[in-house]
């Protein structure tokens, strides 16, 4: 890692010097100019900065706002200061100028896009935040939810490591037990439904960042109530970008990627296995008789460096009356495990016409999404970390006698496999180890995804009350996919999944979804200045399906399908045995997962949804300082029974502008902004389990869970589901104080806000009473989880003159998260002990979610565990369930992000660093690769971690395994640089070179840090991203 | 303005749809998989699913499960009552340190152990299978669905039984408290309820004397009957042995005349647990010698499980190289289930010195070569790698590989040979799963428990009790024994030798204060995972703990004395 970042910081400064040295501009002959620059309200603006117009030649605004500059005579200075209009003013021969700048309107203006609606941002009384991500920003990122990394605080961002690009977003950390804790994603006025369809990542993914004008987060309950029984968990509200009034705009960007992975496994090499080896068993032993002579690293076989690239067009304009956009992009993303990869061509539209005088406004959008995705069988990493160093990737053994069509040549087609030969047969060994090349070598699945959505808005404002406005949105969201998967024959996976005779066979899904919506609203909003008083009403309804359906064609059957053509029932093998391949096992006539469409329907399903709301909103400002928002909505789900099926969510907030307050006058020149906002409100959470929990149902069995009808047919047994008819409302009220602060003229500006966030009637899918449903687990209302936190954010730009901005964040959020009420009971969660169950961790009253519950270690001098030696906690002489230990949490106790950006004429640098501190990890894959007892089993040797300590069998309950995860990420570093105004101003083009992920810094010895599940398994690591990019617009 | 005119026209509609949208929230169920109770079919296909409940781990195959957290393989019914009353035992253990597996072969369990767990919600949720079966026919007065009734009772008598005699102490609840909450309820109390429920149904005669093949009739009801009695003393603490005696003759009277001697036991042992053993289901085609008086049916391909005949196949199978897999008519062996020495000392001498066929497909001892009875070279291996889990080297069980179940068919004459092939190949399939019936509860049991009655109860006569172990000898090639069986000790060998691998040794150890506390035997590898000698095994393992998992979500449940 060191030296990763040395050489990035010497390549950094001798590019920057070469740079330099060709852009700084030559002297020229010139006069001496002063000045003053102030505002309107006389005030001195520090640091504004007083620009020669067409050269890189400044200056900036001292402490009293007084500048000095050299220019020729008739220049023209192009004044400008954050937050105020830049202004051209020409020289004229004079040497003393007085500058009076005028205030942004735009900035005075600023709007907040809200659920249904928006509002200056002055006015905002919730906790919101707003992602307005520059061309910097939008180039950098490769998806959305990498642009939410780090934005504000208390939204935590875990990105998975694959090409698809799915990622897990928790806004304050989650309000659900096991109920969904993602937001809501409304994109354009359209709530996209949280189901990922087959093939895809999360919704976030499809959605290109370049095309995005703006993201809002809504934090607080006061903020999210508007969107009801589905904010629980906050709401990200995205807005694309729209037409544009005069000449088309054109904006290309082309990026160029380079990932490798950040870290892998750490084994141990051929060399030092081979020692282990003999060393345990010894140099005679029957295991040492497996050891090779090869040394392969074969993480090193599975994964690579990858390159990728994505390309975006879009034109922006006005045809005739109706601004348009169309925007097109392609990205070809190849995982750094070999392949793995996706491409997606995406196009879209956007109108916004307006008529009758303005008085009807339309906004039409669509888009549509091609996504094809290539996966790789991610069962290779675990298999690539055990795998033997020693011996060869391929054997290629040939088969005397192979039939004459060449099928079967090679045994295993030619891969080095665990298996024995006896009596005349081949056994691949059952439980052992598979070749992690031959695995991915010989297993294909892709997917073809197609997916469109969008929404017709239409605004009419009143002729007679131009207050008045009413608003109909209809929206849609249509996915359709395909998803196939074949296996070579003669492969490991054939042989083991068809016993022992190679027939490869395939699978194919297929899945549709749609989700269609009606919205309906009138807004009434109004200022009587006469009285000071601002109103603004809004009333609405919403109506919204969801429907699914699909069907598995499982040729996954005995017979299987021979992908390799001419099988031979009987091939000799070198040793005069015979591959066991037996043609007669195709089960004729019998719908062994054969037939999709065979009469009880089992290889169809589908399901749909039904969300009803009602929902009102008033926002009521007094004197341009008092500010109050009421909301409340009703929630109606098909998935409750009648009588718990309505919920309604109520929610009040109050904002106070100090810093407009007759008192606070003295202080407008340093202070620009002082709001406190107090907010309390109630959401609710319907997302759990299946369609019809409360609703008794039954399933009839598949082939192969028949049971005889004594009369040589069979009785297709009907299982009674399991269902809960008391299922109910998940409610979540949260009190939430906020004060706003911003200092000159908001140069410095942020906030702070603590929260409270009680969850009742939590929902969660967990072990049902036994004997009390057909199933051992059934979603149910539990009981009570509390949170609450701390946030604080700051922006400042500590230097700001003619040639160098430096602009800073920080944000920090603290987080408490408690279950307070489970009657008494406790569910073990979490697995991760592997094999045949077992739970890591535990929901308790008086503790996090998702805890620990662990035996405690006990350690000899040296500091090293002893095995099977654990803490007897309660002294009875038994380690049993009673000495576990509830300790730690998956879950940071606090998160940081730290950015920083600087500009230095036509260059820009910045960087951002993300910390996470009190998240805890079970160490699964560390634990498994740490025991010595599967070194040698199913005539097989097996590889382990090079680590500092081996178990002889896994110590799965042991708190050794449980290690503090707390880390530093930086997610990026960049540097770009902006050509303005290239041939006669027609052409802005910008190139930037990154990287992301470049380093983290932990005590956690695992492959990374960041697993939102609390249990490390053998994840897909995530990768180190190079970048260089290129954007231009004319 | 007519665009304006539209719009209102929109905007009324809109607000009309409000109201009528309402009724959208009713959606019914539109998934295809889903039946409810007006399909022609739901009543047979329910009573179906009592008996999959069993059969099969899941609905979708072997690979599923409605056991949520736990392997579907290692938590399927049959395979946990083989794991449960088994490997704790002196007949056999699971030579893989798998995870849970290995505390209940070295008799070192604790309630946080995942199969305790698995079996008490499998049996739960198999009861709760049958109390829905029950609850949606209440209604139903007509004769057929009676005697379906009286079926599902009868399995879920089976499971609760199983809850009594595993964990003491069950959750409880009926299709009449549906709705509520579970209860703890008593052993002794359950007892008297399972009790009640199968006297009900077979002093009524409210199930078929004769069923369908496949499913449980009244000779099944009854032999369940007598196990409960036999039980008597150590389920409620009350001496039931006459009760036991009595069930037996009614059982063994409606089987007279028919197989081996009259008896009604099948003349050859074997065909029992093999291919064959449908003809000797009840229902099967051999209704002389239908000796299989409780069993549940599998087919390779349509019935099929991780648990059940397959599992007991393919693992007694041994490692690839020496017992030729097709032989036993399984495509896979797991090499993972050996005997003990004490179960092998239980057969006196090699195969080919003792007439006892019952031991005939073993593979005993520690020698370096020999044969099958199909003539195919066989060998004992070290297993003592497999066994890093325990210290010091279990591997002197390692040999002893106990077949008792295959996938064979019976020869033309049906004397007791096997069909092999001319050549010497098998004649019957080689399957994936099993197609073998799994024996639950077979006359040959009933007979020894009529002798057993007499040995502890001192109730019936003393010949009659000699004359039916011997009888039961008998029909295994086996010498008549003289009065030396009518002991204890003689007894629990000779159901050891009958009955093995058929999940019913830990109740018959502890039944007769064999099994744990003072008066235990000391076996090999029991009630320590690192001295293969064995210890003793604490008494309160007599009964395994209420899973941790149950007394977490039920806090006012009591878990059982010594955990």
Known sequence: MKNLCFHLNRKFWIT???LLSFVLPSAAQKITVTGHVADEQGEDLIGASILEKGTSNGAAADLDGNFTISVPSNAVLVVSYVGYDPMEVPVNGQTHLNIVMKQNATTLAETVVIGYGSVKKSDATGSVAVIQPDDVEAGLATSVQDMLVGQTPGVVVTTAGGPSGSAEIRIRGGASLSASNDPLIVLDGVPLSNDTPLGMGSPLSMINPESIESMTILKDASATAIYGSRASNGVIIITTKKGRAGKPQV??????YIDHARKLNDVLDAGQFTNLITEKFGAESAAAGYLGSESIDWQKEIFRTSFSSDYSLSVAGTLGKVPYRVQGSFTNNNGIMKKSSMNRATLGLTLTPKFFDDHLSITANAKGYYVRNNWAQTGAIGQAVSYNPTIPIRTNEPIVGGDTNGAFQYLFNGYNEPYTIADGQVNLENNATYNPVATISQYK???NVWRSNGNLQIDYSFHFLPELHANLNLGYDV????????????????WKDHNNYGGGYQNHQYQFRSNTLLEFYLNYKKEFEAASQMLDVTAGYTWSRDYADGWNDGSSSEAGMATTPGLSPAIVGP??????????????????????NDESGNYHWANHLQLLSFFGRVNYGLLDRYLLTATVRGDATSRFSKNNRWGVFPAVALAWRIDQEPFMQRAQGVLSDL????????TGQQAVGGYYNYLATYTPAQPGSFYTNGVGGWYIPYFPDGYNPDLKWETTATWNVGLDFGFMNNRINGSIEWYLRDTRDLLSDVVVLAGASTVSKLPQNIGKMRNYGVEFNINAKPIVTNDFTWTLSYNVGWNHNEITDLGGKTFEVGGGFGGTGGNCMIQKEGYPAYSFNLYQQIYDAQGNPIEGAYVDQNADGVIDAKDRVIRHSKDPKVTMTFGSNFRWKKWDLSFALRASIGNYIYASALRSGSSLDGLFRNNQLSNVLDTDFYFNTNQNESDYWLRDASFLRCDNITLGYTFDNLINDHLNLRIFAGVQNPFVITKYKGLDPEESSGVDGNNYPRATTWSLGIVATF | MNFKKYLMIGAAVAGLGMTSCVGDLDLKPNDPNLVDTSDPNFKANSLAMCYAGIACSGISGPGSSYVADLDPGTSAYLRLMFTLNEFCTDECVWIWPDAGVSDIVACTWGANNGLLQGAYYRLMGHIAVCNQFLLNTKDDTDAETQEMRAEARVLRAYSYYNMMDLFGASSFCTEETNGQDPTQISRADLYKWVESELKDIVDNKLISENPVYGRVGLDGAEALLARLYLNGQVFSGENRYADCQKRCDNIIARHQGGGFEGSGLAEHWHYLFSLENKNYMPGGANKAENEILFGIAFDADMTQSYGGPTFIISSTISNTHYIPRQNYGSSSEWSCLRGCAEMAARFPGAPEETQDVRDDLWFKGVMPAGKDEAGNKWDAEDYSDRFVGFTGAWATCGGNAIIKFTGRTANAAKDGGWNWNADGTPGWPVTTFSSTDQPIIRLADVYLMWAECYVNGQVGER??????????????GAPNTDSQSLTKQGIMDERSRELYLESTRRTDLVRNGMFAGPTQTIWQYKGSISNNAGTRIAAHMNL????????NSQPGFKQNPGY
């Open chain 1, 16 to 18: 920057m010097a070469m």
């Open chain 1, 251 to 256: 904006t290309f960007t082309a990026n160029f």
């Open chain 1, 445 to 447: 699945n892709y997917s």
């Open chain 1, 479 to 494: 996915t359709k996919g395909d998803d196939y998967y074949i296996v070579d024959a003669n492969s490991h996976m054939a």
């Open chain 1, 575 to 596: 040793d005069g045995f015979i591959l066991n391949y037996n043609p007669d096992r195709n089960l004729a006539g019998k719908p062994f997962k054969a037939d999709q």
């Open chain 1, 675 to 682: 709001k406190l906002r107090l907010g309390w409100g109630e």
């Open chain 2, 463 to 476: 010949q009659k009790a000699l004359d039916y172990i011997n009888l039961v000898r008998r029909r295994a």
């Open chain 2, 544 to 551: 395994y703990p209420i899973p941790q998992a149950v007394l």
